[in-house]
């Protein structure tokens, strides 16, 4: 069955860099890719979503790419600020009638000051 | 605007209790999704209702079971607790059918459900 793979160790990142967060998927190519803020206790909160036939897409500091050879996308934020600090979940469901969303699991993300 | 809101938000319950879990989406929204998130864990897709009708349902036993309204309101009923049903319960809304083309969903706050 398809899964979602994220990284499950947080991540460490200096303030005013660059922080990419990886997300694979396994079997078949999704129609798209979506990415998610959570903050702890909160519901997720949408972010970008890239189609299949999409390389990338921005929104502000923000940067989806979707490579299907590699079956993974990546996530950049650039100039991180501590503010960024939250878990970071991707999803992804095919264009099909009654389809679900997948998510993976996440990863953590620290921006240090 | 009012986000989607989900009541109660907190809850506890002894294993074999009946629990209700209640969504009220963005205004005009048609479609509601429930998902089950535990502890360090991504959420899992329980339903997704659109039109009031059952669009999908994830890997989840029949003690799960779930509504929609003329008002597109919802409701999530889960039978029989277990202690491994405590999990953040999140009610997600969207413009139309997830499915069918892209539509962003709107998270609500979530109900934390513990089984004690």
């Known amino acids: 069955s398809q899964k979602i793979e994220q990284n499950s160790e947080a991540l460490n990142i200096q303030e005013g860099k660059t922080a990419t967060l990886t997300c694979n998927y396994t079997?078949?190519?999704?129609?798209?890719l979506q990415w998610y803020r959570q903050d702890p206790g909160r519901g997720p909160v949408f972010l970008l979503l890239?189609?299949?036939?999409?390389k990338e897409k921005r929104k502000e500091r923000l940067k989806v790419t979707f490579d299907t050879t590699l079956k993974q996308s990546l996530f950049h934020i650039t100039a991180s600020q501590p503010a960024d600090s939250a878990t970071y979940l991707c999803?992804?469901?095919?264009?099909?009638?009654?389809?679900?969303?997948?998510f993976g699991k996440g990863t953590r993300l620290h921006i240090l000051p | 605007d009012a986000g989607v809101t989900q009541s109660p938000t907190h809850l506890i319950k002894t294993r074999g209790q009946h629990v209700t879990l209640r969504c009220s989406p963005i205004?005009?929204?048609?479609?509601v999704s429930w998902y089950q998130q535990v502890l360090g864990q991504g959420p899992q897709f329980i339903f997704q209702?659109?039109?009031?009708?059952?669009?999908g349902r994830g890997n989840f036993p029949d003690r799960f079971s779930a509504r929609q309204f003329p008002n597109y309101s919802s409701e999530l009923n889960v039978n029989a607790l277990l202690l491994g049903d405590s999990a953040l319960y999140l009610c997600?809304?969207?413009?139309?059918?997830?499915?069918?083309?892209?539509?962003?969903?709107?998270f609500g706050p979530g109900t934390r459900l513990t089984v004690l």
């Open positions: 205004s005009g929204h048609k479609s």
């Open positions: 999803a992804h469901h095919r264009r099909a009638r009654d389809d679900k969303i997948i």
């Open positions: 079997n078949y190519s999704p129609a798209y």
């Open positions: 890239i189609r299949e036939n999409e």
């Open positions: 209702y659109y039109e009031k009708e059952e669009r």
């Open positions: 997600a809304s969207s413009l139309e059918f997830v499915g069918y083309s892209y539509n962003e969903q709107f």
